[in-house]
């Protein structure tokens, strides 16, 4: 049992930033694997940004130079520092993580979305 919650979202000018955040919660052995994914209307979700416990972060082609995913293991908390926004950018983020539950089971969990709307 995991909850997320993602916070950050709100309205930016083109060229401006965001910084969303996503802090898990509940009962689990470990968490190897948080991302971002993004869902504009009419469109499927697509993967933004990834990290892996022990590797590096992995990114969309539409977000590498502009967009950063940070985690923290500890806190069981991943960012995602968003500059140069532009209008495409503009879509509902959902956190994503990956964890290994108490009983071992290999298991997926969404949070429930925050909205990027990047518009003049």
């Known amino acids: 049992q995991v909850h997320l919650v993602e916070s950050g979202g709100g309205l930016v000018q083109p060229g401006g930033s965001l910084r969303l955040s996503c802090a898990a919660s509940?009962?689990?052995?470990?968490?190897?694997?948080m991302g971002w994914y993004r869902q504009a209307p009419g469109t499927e979700r697509e993967l933004v940004a990834r990290i892996i416990s022990g590797g590096s972060p992995n990114y969309a082609d539409s977000a590498k130079g502009r967009f950063t995913i940070s985690r923290d293991n500890a806190k069981n908390t991943v960012s995602l520092q968003m500059n140069s926004l532009k209008p495409e950018d503009t879509a509902v983020y959902y956190c994503?993580?990956?964890?290994?539950?108490?009983?071992?089971?290999?298991?997926?969990?969404w949070g429930q979305g925050t909205l990027v709307t990047v518009s003049p």
């Open positions: 994503n993580a990956g964890y290994i539950s108490i009983s071992f089971a290999g298991l997926e969990v």
């Open positions: 509940g009962t689990f052995r470990s968490i190897n694997a």
